[in-house]
């Protein structure tokens, strides 16, 4: 795609760059970049110009996309979010808004992009359109995952040694404790067997056996239900987040109401373990951090977007001092989130709740 091929004729007297008056000399710059998406909008946010640098990362040609609204490359969850008329409002308010997050090509394909939007303004200030520039950041952000991976795999064997700690502990307390209260009982049992006269009474010893042993059935489920909840993969994800809140309320007294605008979603066990997992980690956060007395859990299809969102009224945090080092749940959420091909945003600020709001491409989850 080399730049002088749509005007072949316009510079031929040129020897060198120099020798090109300087505003051609911008022309030649903008058509030579092939790494970035440079074009302009109208006020309107319709495409009034394409690089080569466009073409390559977008997959439109200029016939294809002069004219055309710019909203062709945003997902339809940030349609529906109304983010690129917000964009403009932004960059026509402020000057320039700086954006990362994906984007659509021609084909339907999506890549991470870094987009800024500047404002294009005359003499006086007036605003006459928008210079757009966005570069694929797919590469560098699986770079980046590669290594946060890295980071997360050995972050993740921590938690499960710590994990088999907890299940070791709570069956040496627990079940332990209640082995050890059995076997007094039958040693009990026994040497008043050895008194024939007290036989009548053997009846309700049995019977607080069965009471004891009754107890260490539903110790042993609930310990099971904690490392994998069955109603996940038996009766889907509304039923096991509904499991997930009664659970949350019977531990820690917080009003839990979930919501599921719709019918259960198709979705694959992949897509539903990972959004259980999601709202599990929030709910652990609500009752680490949070001191809250709710928590409301809605999830909704609309079009070809799942939202999900976790919202406490607990005392919230600043969100703007860099996390812990020793801190991966908000981390793991982003993750997930990430596999599914969606976008995830932290609400929150110190005295007013903490929100949790996903958005995912149904496509991500079927
Ligand atoms: N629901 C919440 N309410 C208040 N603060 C929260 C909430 N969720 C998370 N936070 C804050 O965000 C921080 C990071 O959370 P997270 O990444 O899960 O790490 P961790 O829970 O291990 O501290 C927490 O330490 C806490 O300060
Ligand atoms: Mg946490």
Redesign the pocket.
């Given at each position: 795609m080399g730049p002088s091929s749509s005007e072949p004729s316009r510079f031929a007297g040129a020897a060198s760059v120099s020798d090109v008056p300087l505003e051609d000399r911008y022309f030649l710059l903008i058509e030579a970049v092939e790494d970035y998406a440079i074009f302009m909008l109208d006020t309107s946010g319709c495409v009034t110009s394409w690089n080569p640098g466009a073409q390559r990362i977008k997959g439109y040609t200029p016939d294809e996309i002069i004219g055309q609204h710019f909203s062709a490359f945003y997902t339809p969850e940030d349609i529906a979010a109304g983010k690129p008329t917000r964009e403009l409002e932004i960059a026509a308010a402020k000057g320039r808004v700086e954006d990362e997050g994906w984007r659509v090509r021609r084909d339907g394909s999506r890549f991470w992009a870094n987009v800024v939007i500047s404002a294009v303004c005359d003499a006086s200030g007036a605003l006459l359109g928008f210079a757009k520039v966005t570069r694929d950041m797919t590469e560098r952000m699986r770079l980046a995952e590669l290594e946060r991976a890295v980071e997360v795999t050995t972050q993740v064997q921590i938690t499960r040694e710590n994990e088999q700690k907890r299940i070791a502990r709570e069956l040496h307390d627990d079940l332990g404790q209640q082995l050890t209260a059995l076997k007094m009982s039958v040693a009990l049992l026994e040497s008043n067997l050895a008194d024939q006269t007290v036989a009548a009474s053997l009846i309700s010893e049995t019977h607080e056996l069965q009471t004891q042993i009754d107890s260490m059935v539903a110790s042993l489920r609930r310990i099971a239900a904690d490392l994998r909840p069955p109603l996940l993969d038996d009766l889907g994800l509304t039923s096991a987040l509904d499991w997930l809140a009664e659970d949350f309320v019977k531990r820690y007294g917080v009003d839990v109401t979930v919501h599921v605008e719709s019918d259960e979603p198709a979705f694959n066990e992949f897509a539903s373990t990972t959004l259980f997992r999601i709202v599990q980690?929030?709910l652990?956060?609500?009752a680490?951090?949070?001191s809250?007395s709710r928590v409301r859990i809605e999830m909704a299809c609309a079009e070809d977007t799942l939202s999900l969102e976790i919202e406490?009224n607990?005392?919230?945090?600043a969100?703007d001092r860099p996390?812990?080092k020793?801190?991966?749940?908000?981390?793991?959420?982003r993750e997930r989130v990430r596999q599914l091909q969606g976008s995830v945003s932290?609400f929150?600020s110190p005295g007013s709740?903490?929100r949790i709001s996903i958005r995912v491409p149904l496509a991500a989850l079927e």
């Open positions: 980690e929030a652990t956060n609500v680490r951090h949070a809250a406490d607990g005392m919230g945090v969100l996390p812990e020793t801190s991966f749940g908000l981390l793991g959420i932290f929150s709740g903490f």
